[in-house]
């Protein structure tokens, strides 16, 4: 059996085509021969590094998104649905806490990934769907309790978000992304025979999995693998 | 028999999304129940009508474009080619002149749209396969002599084109592309129970198919479908 092929993806729970293509990976990472490894980092580094604008600022592409997202919210099966005013959550409030916060769970979970896939989940449904605040505390801790942490993984969680080694951990992660060329998230890095192939947005996995020698089953692969 | 959905393709021959755009929609259109209309257009107008800004000015989206275009020139199976100088081809030398030809060419094809389809893929080829211009008589010329049409036709159709009947045709498609929100091309419309739903780029075709009730098969549906 060959090895498995290392997928990285890049995120930020700000960013509503991230969720797409999270989900998405965390569905495939069973259906095809991958390591997937989950890289928190900050979406507002990666625009200020690489000099790009948010697709907002021009009407008709910003009315296309809404679009687009509900469209593909369906089609993905992710319950995505636009905030009453994504200017001031995407822009204005912004994700950077959040991120320490799901930067920390990762640094405290030792093995596997499950309590930073569940708390990146919980914080893209606050914002994402609920229209709810993630950059308090509390909105975070709320975030963390449904996804299973208890009383006391929070409370060492938020202690540790707000250290220098995890604000230095998330620097990293986003300037590691800028280096693999990210002018936005979700940035997807595949390591094929030890050459990284970069593929951005939620729109390249029929693509990605040509390029990793793997089948493209659709949106929903289990479903999709059940009917064969 | 269900009656056949109408999809609109807008394109403009300076951009290689559209290309690849267009031929799977000339692909898909034996393969879908669909009455493809092609709509040639003009970008340099949406651009400036949205307000939009070419992706090329940010560095990394740049070059992330070059990667992106080489990996799917190689899976749609479309022989693409970035010019030496990509910035000279698309935002000086332009497309006014090759859109007002190719608009010509449709004025002139009363039935069908075959002689249309060729020229637009021979002026692709030129400016994104062999780096030729695509601004002078004599290169609109040799395009459409490679596409087949005769030299009377052809000097029928340089003339059209700088009629102010072609120039307002080409101007109401890009309008028309406009109204329909484009800020990019290529631009699919597809009329759905008389509504239309609109597809920006050229990686939505899967989610476009599970809109109008077709399949997507990939980029090579006949392929594809053979093997079936």
Tied chains: 1, 2.
């Excluded at 309590?115 to 801790?141: G, H, N, Y």
């Excluded at 002018?183 to 595949?190: A, D, K, N, Y």
């Excluded at 729109?203 to 999709?224: N, T, V, Y």
């Amino acid at each position: 059996m060959a090895s498995k092929k290392v997928v990285e993806v890049f995120y930020d729970v700000v960013s509503p085509y991230s969720w797409l293509g999270f989900e998405i990976m965390c569905r495939y990472r069973n259906v095809w021969n991958i390591e997937l490894k989950l890289r928190p980092a900050f979406l507002g580094g990666v625009m200020q590094g690489s000099g790009n604008k948010p697709p907002g600022v021009i009407p008709n592409k910003f009315q296309y998104m809404g679009k687009d997202l509900a469209r593909l919210s369906e089609y993905f099966d992710v319950p995505l649905q636009t905030p009453a005013d994504p200017f001031e959550v995407m822009f204005n409030k912004g994700s950077l806490n959040a991120m320490r916060f799901v930067t920390a769970v990762q640094e405290r979970e030792k093995l596997g990934d499950n309590q930073v896939e569940r708390v990146s989940r919980e914080l893209w449904r606050r914002i994402w769907k609920e229209d709810k605040d993630i950059t308090e505390p509390s909105s975070l801790s709320e975030a963390a309790m449904k996804a299973g942490l208890s009383d006391g993984e929070i409370k060492e969680v938020l202690e540790l978000s707000s250290s220098k080694e995890i604000k230095d951990k998330l620097k990293s992660a986003t300037k590691n992304a800028l280096d693999h060329g990210a002018f936005g998230f979700p940035l997807l890095v595949c390591h094929v025979n030890g050459k990284p192939e970069v593929f951005f947005g939620s729109d390249r996995f029929e693509l990605m999995a040509h390029c990793i020698g793997e089948k493209w089953l659709g949106p929903q692969p289990d479903k999709s693998a059940s009917k064969l």
